[in-house]
């Protein structure tokens, strides 16, 4: 069997993931441009003295040699606690057609990584992650509750696809 496709699907050698809606970050892209980790010094949201907080976050990662061959599989971890009378929700979406919400439900204290994988179309030059939070609680709920976004990782695995070589043709003599 010989490999129809090679694995070329990697972030732009060219440009960086960027980031819409958060200052303080620090990004660091693998030597193969097959992953990198995006980790934020100060991205939470913290209600104890309002009703409502929350954000929109993007982030451009560009692409090169992108076919339906590879999949890009993004994780967002952080914390949340989740006091009486709130709620805290993270909703994530790559391209235009997925989407993930996970909702935190009161009592929730703890570390979390959050997991979705998009597959680029051929010739796709980049792809958009959005990612918005909200953390809600009642105005008479005297406890906080808070959602954290620590990192945002990327990962690129591409499946090689294979083709099976054509059977010998069957010659016979004439004779």
Do not use: C
Request: glycine share 6%; charged share 20%; proline share 5%.
């Amino acid at each position: 069997m010989t490999n129809a496709n090679k694995p070329t699907t990697a972030f732009d050698p060219e440009r960086d993931p960027s980031v819409v809606g958060s200052a303080a970050l620090n990004i660091d892209v693998s030597d193969d441009r097959r992953a990198f980790t995006i980790s934020f010094a100060d991205l939470s949201f913290n209600i104890q003295t309002t009703e409502l907080d929350g954000r929109l976050i993007g982030l451009v990662t560009p692409l090169a040699d992108a076919g339906p061959e590879s999949t890009i599989t993004f994780s967002v971890s952080g914390f949340a606690i989740v006091g009486t009378g709130s709620s805290a929700t993270l909703w994530l979406r790559a391209g235009d057609h997925s989407n993930k919400v996970v909702s935190f439900p009161v009592g929730y204290d703890g570390s979390y990584i959050e997991q979705m994988t998009y597959t680029p179309t051929t010739g796709q030059t980049e792809v958009h992650l959005t990612i918005a939070v909200l953390v809600e609680r009642d105005s008479e709920a005297a406890q906080q509750s808070i959602l954290s976004i620590d990192a945002i990782n990327a990962e690129v695995a591409v499946t090689l696809r294979t083709v099976a070589p054509k059977p010998a043709a069957d010659v016979t003599a004439a004779g």
